[in-house]
């Protein structure tokens, strides 16, 4: 079991969920921490996200309340006030400063909270707080999830720290609106200004390649809070320390991303979409991001079947400089097609047996310049359908 | 069973497709027809559009040759002659130029075209050519479609002509890669340029409401061949006739579209999404986009919930100018969300009465300005992931 110095943990069944799963977690650290947050972009945010992005902004958080089973989300004036009244509810429970507390929720959209269940729940919270309950946190942020998420990194000897995530997604699919949340916890000591920007890079090269900015949910959120008990020197930006920090932080967040993706709604495979020899990084990007987001490429992983047909043509229609003649595709290391002609029956059937596992990668070379660029995705498949046909009902 | 003066029609199985359905359609004009085309703007194009495309732009075009069950995309030079060669075989069998046939193909990618088959098939086929047979055209052209498509329209009394379009296309969940095809045949006689920007604006109001331009498969492609045998006056741009014409052109590849979702792999549902109040015109599209392309809403629809939520979060995440206060949001005339906020229980109740239609709209109202965009979607089901993940095994 990872154990944080100053962070402990506890989560509860408030009764948000019907299922009587656990929906309520609290993580707390023993002294205010620095944090940073990226938040989601979508034009309509939740309540939660609204009232914690100004805390996190403000530089100090000592303590993050999770709920899921209700979004807080289109509520309106009594969301907000229901998202203030959590935090207040934790801040008074654990004895600090309610401007000090994050509130962040996951579950349907507009539906007001709850409020008795979280005012008869949240007050007797801070008794039940453990060093060793980070599970129970990830446990109780699922939704849809069909296992917790948790990951972490040790630095080195010298000096001696530890970045321990939970992570709640699943609707990986299309990433629309299936609400991501991560919250990162570090006994190390950073610099204000560089845990924003090593959390921005981590997010970029980790949950951003498995979904992308426009694709937010309502109430997304990353945290990471650093409360310095390591006592550890201070992390500071162009440094060794710094670059190895930003490498585990990434890690964490990487490991995590990656979960969210094997466990995609009814996902049965993590395929690694990588493309090389674009024009640019861009172009990379924007192919590797059409492959991975095509149903048809999908549900044909579903099928094992090694249909490059459908990635060539996905390729075809994104936004990129593509010479049809220069492409050449992978399945892990067997090439299937090869300056954009099929490279024949043979080698199809052994890409094929790639497909069969639970994980692979498929490599697209454009050949045309040094543009590299990477996604994560997952099968499309009926139990996809079903999740999200029945999920409210 | 509609006629147009001029064209016949004729299908045969030439044995492309293992199932031994009809895979091979031909349309022929008595005398050559002026002509308009718009093709995938792909960046891989199968050859049968690169051998295609040049000869619709030089302008007159008398036959067009179809075969599904295979695409004769990413098949390289073979894949050029062989296109060449069809062209030519039905060139012969019809007494005409070569350069007056159009050639098309859907079907499986990166396979050559089985081209003693065809040899043998096509030289026959002239033989066989009847006014009253294009359902059997519509009927070869078909892949994953489950029914044959076809719409026409008659112009008034005064200057009778006929619109008669064939479409095939399925795969329109996400419109990646699902080829779709149309021959548009009429007997009016139509100004060369006109018939180009009518063909133009009919597409964008039709088969561009169901897919988006980036959306191609590598072998879309849209014709309409116009021959005068009507023998009423030329239509030209800027009149009352040029308006009446565009309108009912538009009004068959509606028509045409609007099959393509019904029949969309798997849907049981036809849902009309229409964006009012947008900033602008470009905004709204962008809403109804969103909207009529995401996974969860889609399987919402199959799951006949009424979930506003999934909506209002994939308005959200749309680039468009939004205010999340001002939103309101109706399936047919019921109110569900109104100044961003769900209208309770009763109205919701109300809107799940809807999506048990098999066909209905969502209204989504921004609230901002004059902007007005629809788009035409289905539902995601279970059927659809069976379909694409057995297509080719």
Not at 167 to 184: D, Q, R, W, Y
Not at 229 to 249: C, H, N, R
Request: hydrophobic letters at 40%; charged letters at 20%.
């Amino acid at each position: 079991m990872v154990k944080v110095n100053g962070f402990s943990f506890v989560a509860r069944s408030a009764g948000i969920r019907k299922s009587g799963k656990p929906d309520l977690g609290l993580i707390f650290s023993t002294v205010p921490a620095r944090c940073a947050g990226v938040f989601t972009t979508n034009k309509v945010q939740a309540a939660p996200v609204l009232v914690t992005a100004p805390r996190i902004a403000a530089g100090e958080c000592q303590a993050v309340l999770v709920n899921s089973g209700n979004a807080n989300a289109c509520t309106g004036e009594v969301g907000m006030q229901d998202a203030l009244r959590c935090g207040q509810l934790a801040a008074k429970s654990l004895g600090i400063d309610e401007q000090l507390v994050a509130v962040s929720s996951t579950g349907v959209i507009g539906h007001p909270l709850p409020m008795p269940l979280l005012e008869k729940t949240i007050p007797g919270m801070s008794e039940g707080l453990s060093e060793t309950a980070v599970d129970d946190v990830a446990n109780a942020m699922m939704t849809t999830d069909s296992f917790a998420k948790v990951a972490s990194r040790q630095a080195g000897d010298s000096a001696p720290y530890t970045i321990l995530g939970v992570a709640k997604g699943a609707g990986m699919i299309h990433p629309n609106m299936a609400t991501m949340l991560s919250f990162v916890m570090t006994d190390a000591c950073v610099d204000q200004h560089f845990l924003q920007q090593a959390l921005r890079q981590a997010v970029e090269g980790s949950f951003n390649i498995i979904t992308v900015d426009r694709d937010t949910s309502t109430n997304d959120m990353v945290l990471v809070l650093a409360n310095g008990e390591s006592k550890t020197p201070e992390i500071v930006a162009d440094s060794a320390e710094g670059q190895e920090f930003a490498e585990l932080l990434r890690g964490v967040l990487l490991d995590l991303a990656k979960m969210i993706v094997r466990d995609g709604e009814g996902a049965t495979k993590l395929v690694h979409v990588c493309v090389n020899g674009a024009a640019d990084d861009g172009d990379a990007r924007k192919v590797a991001y059409n492959v991975a987001t095509s149903n048809l490429v999908k549900t044909a992983f579903f099928g094992e079947d090694a249909n490059w047909g459908r990635i060539i043509a996905a390729v075809g229609y994104s936004e990129a400089q593509v010479d049809p003649s220069r492409i050449a595709i992978f399945f892990d290391g067997v090439p299937v097609v090869q300056k954009g002609l099929g490279t024949g029956p043979e080698l199809e059937a052994q890409a094929t047996d790639v497909l069969k596992q639970a994980e692979f990668s498929v490599t697209i070379d454009l050949g045309l310049g040094d543009g590299r660029g990477e996604y994560y995705t997952s099968d499309l498949t009926y139990e996809y359908v079903k999740i999200n046909a029945d999920y409210r009902t």
